[in-house]
């Protein structure tokens, strides 16, 4: 089973910094079935992004992601108030995993 | 609109069993495969299985094997995760998810708001 590891655990931010968060798989992740999500205190996961690079409908532009084989990256580019929570990728090309998460707070 | 409305909370004794629902509206059900996915406190999310609602076909995750039925009800448009001999470790937020399409193999685009099951003695 592909493992994911994401960093860092925990970040501390200001509205309007940019930030990139990391997830790295165990072995290479077939065709970039890679996915990011959102989730919020008392909320379920939110897809941001599919495909390792395709945005989900309705997400801001702010959200991008990038990377194959076993390194992906999610970068926020301008942090908004909204933004802070944490964030999950998932592999979904076998057996489907998520990644520890990334809390995003505000500093 | 896509909606998925699970059942409510639901507090089991250790080595009971306990069945939650997910009813799907604002798309054809039968279209798509539902996921099932567990959070216990503070943790990761973690996939427990899946199922075709068109064909009926399930997978479920190696850790639940024998432990987790996933079953539908094509005229109700509901989906349902039976976890049995429960433990303390269960305790989680369980959430039903779609996916786009109905391979199994893809990210979810829609999730119920999570049923809390709490496991105690």
């Known amino acids: 089973e592909i493992v994911l590891t994401q960093s860092p655990g925990t970040v501390s931010l200001s509205p309007g910094e940019r930030v990139t968060l990391s997830c790295r798989a165990s072995q290479s992740v077939s065709s970039s079935y890679l996915a990011w999500y959102q989730q919020k205190p008392g909320q379920a996961p939110r897809l941001l992004i599919y495909?390792?690079?395709s945005r989900a409908t309705g997400i801001p532009d702010r959200f991008s992601g990038s990377g194959s084989g076993t390194d992906f990256t999610l970068t926020i580019s301008r942090l908004e108030p909204e933004d802070f929570a944490v964030y999950y990728c998932?592999?979904?090309?076998?057996?489907?995993?998520f990644g520890g998460g990334t809390k995003v707070e505000i500093k | 609109q896509v909606q998925l409305v699970q059942s409510g909370t639901e507090v089991k004794k250790p080595g009971a069993s306990v069945k939650v629902s997910c009813k799907a509206s604002g798309y054809t059900f039968t279209s798509n495969t539902m996921h099932w996915v567990r959070q216990a406190p503070g943790q990761r999310l973690e996939w427990m299985g899946w199922?075709?609602?068109?064909?009926?076909?399930?997978k479920y995750s190696q850790k639940f094997q024998g432990r987790v039925t996933i079953t539908r009800d094509t005229s109700a448009s509901t989906a349902y995760m039976e976890l049995s001999s429960l433990r303390s470790e269960d305790t989680a937020v369980y959430y039903c998810?779609?996916?786009?399409?109905?391979?199994?193999?893809?990210?979810?685009?829609?999730w119920g708001q999570g049923t809390l099951v709490t496991v105690s003695s």
């Open positions: 998810a779609r996916e786009p399409g109905s391979s199994g193999w893809n990210y979810c685009d829609y």
């Open positions: 199922i075709n609602a068109g064909n009926d076909n399930t």
């Open positions: 998932q592999q979904y090309g076998s057996s489907p995993v």
């Open positions: 495909g390792a690079s």
